[in-house]
Structures are given as C-alpha cells and as structure tokens.
C-alpha cells in the first residue's frame, strides 16, 4: 500500500500533471508513481501518520478505496478547484473512504467533486467527533448519501452540499444553517429524494433557504423544531423547494396552534 502525505494542492495538482504526461493516463494515480512523487516533494518519508492510505484500484490503477488518518480533511485534499463535473482528479472514481483518526474538522472544498467518477456512488457517515465543516466542502460529490453531525452550519458561506449527486442527507444536530438565501445549504441538489434536518433534542433555530433550487417532485424534507418556529421552519424551506413533502416534527415536547405534542410527534404535514 502506498502511503501519501498532506502537501499543498499547487504541489499536488503538479504532480498529477506531470503522471499523466509520464504515463499517457487520464487517472493521475498510477501503479504507485503518485506516492514516489509525494515523497520526493516530501523528502521521501513513507511512514506518515496523516496523510491517505490508498488500499483498492480498479483495472486501470485508480483509487477506489482508502484510508484517512488525520484530525481534519485540508482543502482540496480530496477535492478539485475546477467546478466542471467531470474533473478527473485522482478522488473522482473513490468508492470508500474509511477514517482511522479522531476527525474533528473539513475545511472548505475538501471533497468537492470527490467521487463524481465513480463506477459505485457510495453513502458517507462523518464521524460524530467532526463539529466543523467548510463552506462547498461536499460540493459537486458523487457520494450517493452523507450524515454529518456538526451543529451549527451558518457559517458556511457558500453551499455546503451543493450540486451534490447525493440522494439522501442527514443532518440529524444541524440547529443552524446560513440565513443568506443565495447560500442555501444544498442548493441545487437535485437528485435528493430524502433529507432530515434536526432531530429529537435538536430543534432548528435558525434555517435560512437551505433546499433552494431543489425543484424535484420526489423530494421529502423532514425537519425538527419547536412549535414556536414551525412556521418560519417550513416557510424557509418551501422557498426553494417548491415541489417538495415537507414534515415538521417536534424536536420537543411544545405545542403548535394551542395543541400540545410529544417530542418526534408530527406538527405540519405540506403537500405542494
């Protein structure tokens, strides 16, 4: 197995250019070339502890499987700055990915694109230790679902999940997502069909536009909050997702519209 460490994207993206012309490839992993090159930018250490470990290829030498170790995901680590979706980065074609470390953070873009490629669209659940992600951290993914439990997304100021190809998201602590409309939290992706926002003992307080542009008619948004803020709940995501079943559950036990309900209950049901 090969071992590579974290470098700098400019370095990286170097060498890759310099694999594809060595080895007339379109896949800049090939038969280990990558790693002896990360180690010569690196000073030839093999035995890093942060860094990817690269464990499955497909026929033509591509990563398919690998193991993380690392406290967080670097910008770009697994991702591409090019918004065009078929980027053929050397992540584009991962079916696993496997952490081994206590992840704590991802930094922006740190998965944009990653998977997009790949021949088996796989689901992802982020370690519960990861409280922090990035501004377009899963941007473009080709990751067919992803759970994520950090709290608080307003932060991001970009869309976290957008034009992602997922079809499932959970955010099952998210109370916070970013009020600016034009950053909705997975604006654009358009192939979900199931997300939960919130959960029992996690009530959203703050939820912006967060399905803007999900238009799909098979979309079902399930979202946690206090009776209180259902109504502004629900109207935030109507907002962009036009077509879309949208539940409201108590995250609590509250009441609504001067009826009580046990926390998990069903406040609103909207049809579109």
Not at 90 to 115: H, N
Not at 126 to 139: D, H
């Amino acid at each position: 197995m090969n071992r590579y460490a974290v470098m700098p994207y400019s370095d990286y993206e170097n060498a890759c250019n310099e694999l594809r012309i060595k080895t007339g490839s379109n896949c800049p992993i090939t038969s280990g070339l990558l790693a002896e090159k990360i180690h010569s930018i690196h000073g030839g250490d093999a035995s890093v502890s942060d860094g990817i470990v690269v464990t499955a290829r497909d026929s033509d030498g591509c990563a398919t499987e690998v193991d993380f170790y690392g406290t967080s995901v670097e910008q770009y680590q697994f991702g591409s700055s090019r918004t065009d979706v078929n980027a053929r980065i050397w992540s584009s074609w991962l079916e696993k990915i496997a952490f081994k470390s206590t992840l704590t953070a991802i930094a922006p873009y740190a998965f944009m694109t990653c998977g997009r490629n790949a021949a088996n669209h796989f689901p992802i659940e982020l370690p519960i230790s990861c409280t922090s992600v990035g501004s377009g951290a899963f941007k473009l993914c080709g990751f067919s679902s992803i759970t994520c439990y950090a709290s608080d997304l307003s932060g991001a100021s970009e869309t976290v999940f957008s034009g992602a190809n997922l079809t499932s998201l959970f955010l099952p602590f998210a109370v916070k997502y970013h009020t600016n409309s034009s950053y909705g939290t997975f604006r654009g992706a358009t192939a979900l069909t199931e997300v939960q926002l919130g959960s029992e003992g996690y009530g959203i307080t703050q939820i912006g536009q967060p399905a803007r542009d999900c238009t799909q008619e098979e979309l079902v948004i399930t979202a946690y909050c206090s009776g209180a803020y259902a109504n502004v709940c629900l109207t935030g995501l109507r907002s962009g997702a036009a077509n879309a079943t949208i539940i409201i559950k108590a995250s609590e036990d509250t009441a609504y519209a001067g009826v009580n309900y046990s926390a998990g209950e069903t406040i609103i049901t909207s049809n579109p």
